[in-house]
């Protein structure tokens, strides 16, 4: 069971990964990437709020889950071959130039004279990571020529001047053959002696940087940044309250079900409505919060970031709500509250994960760190279950061994500690998500001012 729990983990984290890295590289430069990317992640939502609709409609009346799997694994077979031909990068114009490149280079090959003459090829060592306007935190610094331009134009955002074009070594073998005559294959006295203008742009680059130093890998350079850090740890503070409900929210409604004349099967009907609820909730709010992060980017000039602190603060209340949660009834808002919490996180961290990283790098860099939820679930899943097994301890205790078993049920004051305890993991959320906000304003200033002292 558990393997098969593994492969159904990994099935669909490819499929969330690789639909969100897709999107991140086609609308990298686009102004309503937040959108973009909200409406694949509030689809990856919206499928708990689907099959549990369709599990309470056809398939709880079942006495096993056979049908229900199976149906699952119908469906998501189809979907997944579909997804697979109409989810694909869109090229630029200057794509196939860019792997033309990278190529000769590594196989040490002459380009071709459409690529040569282009005017627009870019060295793998000079490229950048698409970083935010905002944060101005360049991983590496671009010297690439804008396409269209004539050869020599350096892009405007460039950080280094040019690269130098030394007539003396751009091609060593040209001193070494001239002693030899000239034998009808372009070698010897009577051969024109190499300058840069006869010379293709990744020649003069190689010849300028014959040792180039081999580049940091993303993952180090993600790994050194702080802000990730605190992206990470804000995600695990603020996903792992909220996966405690949506994991545990059949227990809750079960303890208290107790003094109610619900059934078996009405019991199960409830909480998949609750689940359902949570669901689209989050797919909503990816959706609306995605469109309005756009707008706070864009008209307002703001960091995205500042939104995450809102949902941070959204999750401090639902947590504080769930801890004074006593009827069936209070379960509907407590799934509203979470799921536009988590919604909105999780469309804003990919979003800022783009443009802080580079859309190129997205699948590695959002790819770590979407391990916050998975480590933020396990912990508040293992504090819901001390705080279930202690609630009911408490109750045997005090009713004593004789009683009736039906009366040794946990009620509410099972699992109140645990969501008092998440309430206070959530404030630490909300303290990681100002860091990524401040953080970037911070450094701005502090480099400004070292650099007025230093002239």
Same mark, same amino acid.
């Given at each position: 069971m558990a393997m098969l729990f593994a492969l159904v983990g990994v099935g669909s984290k490819a499929a969330y990964m690789s639909s969100m890295a897709t999107t991140?590289?086609?609308?990298?430069?686009?102004r309503h990437s937040g959108i973009a990317l909200g409406i694949p992640n509030s689809l990856y939502g919206l499928s708990t709020f689907v099959f549990?609709?369709?599990?309470?409609?056809?398939?709880?009346?079942? !006495?096993?889950?056979?049908?229900?799997?199976?149906f699952m694994a119908f469906v998501s077979l189809a979907a997944h071959l579909l997804a697979s031909k109409y989810v694909v990068l869109r090229e630029t114009q200057a794509a196939p130039r860019k792997r033309a490149t990278s190529l000769a280079i590594k196989t040490n090959a002459p380009l071709s004279p459409a690529v040569a003459t282009s005017g627009s090829v870019m060295s793998p060592l000079h490229e950048s990571f698409e970083m935010a306007e905002t944060r101005k935190r360049r991983m590496t610094v671009s010297v690439a020529n804008e396409a269209g331009h004539a050869?020599?134009?350096?892009?405007?955002?460039? &950080?280094?001047?040019?690269?130098?074009?030394?007539? &003396?070594?751009?091609?060593?073998?040209?001193?070494?053959? %001239?002693? !030899?005559?000239?034998?009808?294959?372009?070698?010897?006295?009577?051969?024109?002696?190499?300058?840069?203008?006869?010379?293709?742009?990744?020649?003069?680059?190689?010849?300028?940087n014959p040792a180039q130093p081999r580049e940091e890998s993303a993952l180090a350079r993600l790994g050194r940044d702080p802000i990730a850090w605190a992206l990470l740890m804000g995600i695990i503070c603020?996903?792992?309250?909220?996966?405690?409900?949506?994991?545990?929210?059949?227990?809750m409604v079960r303890a208290m079900?107790?003094?109610?004349?619900?059934?078996?099967? !009405?019991?199960? !009907?409830?909480?998949?409505?609750?689940? %359902? &609820?949570q669901s689209f909730f989050s797919f909503f709010a990816r959706l609306v919060v995605g469109y309005l992060s756009d707008l706070w980017r864009t008209r307002l000039r703001l960091p995205r970031s500042g939104l995450l602190v809102i949902a941070g603060l959204l999750m401090i209340y639902a947590q504080n709500t769930a801890a004074r949660v006593s009827r069936l009834e209070d379960m509907y808002p407590l799934a509203v509250l979470i799921g536009t919490a988590m919604g909105s996180t999780f469309t804003l961290a990919p979003t800022i994960t783009a443009?802080?990283?580079?859309?190129?790098?997205?699948?590695?860099?959002?790819?770590?760190i979407t391990l916050g939820p998975a480590v933020g679930g396990h912990i508040c899943n293992l504090i819901f279950g001390s705080s279930w097994d202690q609630g009911l301890f408490n109750i045997i205790s005090r009713l004593g061994k004789d009683a009736p078993q039906d009366r040794m049920q946990c009620t509410n004051e099972c699992f109140i500690p645990a969501f008092r305890t998440t309430a206070k993991i959530s404030y630490f959320s909300v303290f990681f998500f100002t860091v990524v906000l401040c953080l970037p304003q911070a450094t701005?200033?502090?480099?400004?001012?070292?650099?007025?002292?230093?002239?």
């Open positions: 991140a590289r086609n609308f990298k430069h686009s549990s609709s369709l599990k309470a409609r056809w398939f709880e009346s079942d !006495q096993t889950p056979y049908r229900y799997l199976a050869d020599g134009d350096v892009a405007a955002n460039s &950080t280094l001047p040019a690269l130098p074009v030394d007539s &003396t070594a751009i091609d060593s073998r040209s001193a070494t053959h %001239a002693d !030899q005559p000239y034998n009808g294959h372009g070698s010897g006295a009577d051969t024109p002696p190499l300058s840069a203008a006869t010379m293709s742009p990744l020649s003069v680059a190689v010849a300028a603020l996903s792992g309250p909220g996966l405690a409900f949506v994991n545990n929210c059949g227990s079900s107790h003094n109610t004349s619900l059934t078996e099967e !009405q019991i199960g !009907q409830y909480k998949d409505k609750i689940v %359902a &609820t443009e802080t990283w580079g859309a190129e790098n997205f699948g590695l860099c959002w790819g770590v701005a200033v502090w480099k400004r001012r070292w650099q007025k002292q230093t002239k």
